[in-house]
């Protein structure tokens, strides 16, 4: 196979796992995603479509213009793309305002955090996008049948196409009805970013250091080695992703070893260090620069590379569930059932992985720590003990909920649930008024903490 030079060494080109391949990977995935997020994108997509159709039928008078095909009138085929071009826009202001109150509901009955969740869901907005392209595909075709651009073999293309686009758009719009009505609820809200942290967590579960060694709570210099060379923020925001094929190739070319302390999802300022540096020279400020471009820093959290946040938003949607404007307990247990839905997942994916043979380092000069597992926990019930610490059936489910992941084959996972029930307890203790729910709640708590005395 022939392999491609750079100063950073030898590779093939072919190679999937050398970094250069890595991080143009993971800046794909990562813009599509965020691209994926924006109203507009599919709509654009699908008017280039129409574009591209009627142009096609244009090519096929051009190219087989004498073909014996049926003879389809120019009245029949202007009546057609009246049709959809007057009715389309109608339709596609009506789909956009339906999914705009879907997306305002959803804000609002369950955490604005989600709402990216939401506007990001597919059906939705391939269903206007298909409205939208009908419209621009009836408009254009029906201006270049008018001024008698098309002959009999280019109609009767556009005849078929125009019966395609009708095709799509009733299959789009039952599709939709379906989804749309139930867009906005918060059933399906939590079911969709319970979804999107499960990719997340999978993830992080299949590679604990995200494709690096695993970073100590106490990194230690390496021998010979120059004082380790902290690498500072520009800006203030959330980190949403790390480079981490572009940062090997740094680390690579100044011959150092890279320690980074942050990951995706943790609050940055200038004063916080993102990574520290280890070489045998210090290197200049320029070269830091470039490792601190390769941590991507945004104004918000994002679902892709940080596992905690999905967790996080489930723990909002259960706390405005508690509230006393919404008093909804049972969203509450939902949520209650999805977190521990998604941790034992995560454990169980965790214990499968180190089982299985280790597999080579990608990043072997890259440092990395792994999710802590208190962390997990406390960004799925903290929140969730607190606010429905005067609910009992909250309280119970949670207690059961955590009795079912300290069973799990995890030491750490039993200690880090067994602190969580008693946070929980204590917070039941104080805010039930009665004894006997109290006691009730105390015999749950019993499953999971161990008998004083």
């Known amino acids: 196979m022939a392999a491609s030079r750079s100063r950073f060494g ?10 250069i391949t890595l991080s143009l990977r993971g800046r794909l995935a990562f813009a599509l995603n965020r691209l994926g997020e924006k109203l507009w994108a599919k709509p654009l997509l699908l008017c280039l479509v129409s574009l591209l159709g009627v142009w ?6 051009r190219l087989a213009p004498g073909l014996l095909l049926p003879d389809i009138s120019a009245d029949t085929l202007e009546t057609l793309l009246r049709i959809i071009s007057s009715s389309m826009l109608v339709i596609a202001v009506f789909a956009a305002g339906s ?62 196409l125009t019966l395609v686009v009708l095709a799509v758009v009733l299959l789009s719009f039952v599709t ?14 939590i079911g969709r970013v319970e979804a999107v942290a499960d990719l997340a967590l999978q993830e992080r579960a299949r590679q604990p250091t995200l494709g690096g060694r695993l970073l100590g709570p106490s990194p230690v210099v390496a021998p010979g080695a120059e004082a380790a060379q902290p690498v500072l923020a520009s800006g203030v925001g959330y980190l949403q992703r790390i480079d981490l094929g572009a940062l090997q190739l740094l680390a690579q070319a100044a011959e150092a070893e890279i320690q980074v302390l942050c990951l995706p999802g943790a609050f940055i300022t200038p004063a916080r260090a993102l990574a520290q540096v280890e070489a045998q020279d210090s290197l200049p400020a320029e070269q830091l620069e470039r490792i601190a471009q390769t941590f991507l820093i945004g104004d918000r959290r994002t679902f892709d590379d940080d596992p905690r946040f999905g967790l996080v938003v489930l723990s909002e949607i259960a706390s405005r569930a508690l509230s006393p404007a919404v008093n909804d307990p049972g969203t509450a247990i939902h949520v209650i059932g999805s977190v521990v839905r998604l941790l034992t997942d995560w454990a169980q994916t965790s214990l499968e992985e180190s089982r299985a043979p280790a597999s080579a380092t990608r990043f072997g000069r890259l440092w990395l720590p792994e999710l802590a597992l208190e962390d997990l926990l406390e960004d799925g019930f903290a929140a969730t003990a ?33 602190r969580q029930a008693e946070l929980a307890l204590e917070h039941g203790e104080l805010a039930l008024r009665l004894e006997r729910e109290r006691e009730r709640l105390r015999r749950a708590a019993a499953w999971v903490l161990p008998p004083s005395g």
């Open 99 to 160: 999914m705009l109150s879907a997306y305002a509901s959803a804000g609002s009955t369950a955490t604005p955090r989600a709402l990216a969740v939401v506007v990001a869901d597919d059906v939705s907005q391939y269903a206007l996008s298909t409205f939208i392209g009908a419209f621009i595909f009836g408009i254009v075709a029906l201006i270049a049948q008018m001024n008698g651009l098309y002959g009999r073999t280019g109609r009767f293309a556009l005849f078929l």
């Open 176 to 189: 939709w009805v379906d989804r749309i009505a139930r867009l906005g609820r918060v059933t399906n809200t």
């Open 10 to 19: 030898p590779f093939p080109v072919t190679n999937p796992q050398h970094p």
């Open 386 to 418: 607190r606010d429905g610490a005067a609910s009992l059936e909250v309280g119970l489910r949670l207690q059961k909920g955590l009795h079912q992941l300290s069973l799990l084959p995890l030491p750490a996972l039993r200690q880090a649930a067994m």
């Open 56 to 61: 096609l039928a244009y090519l096929a008078d």
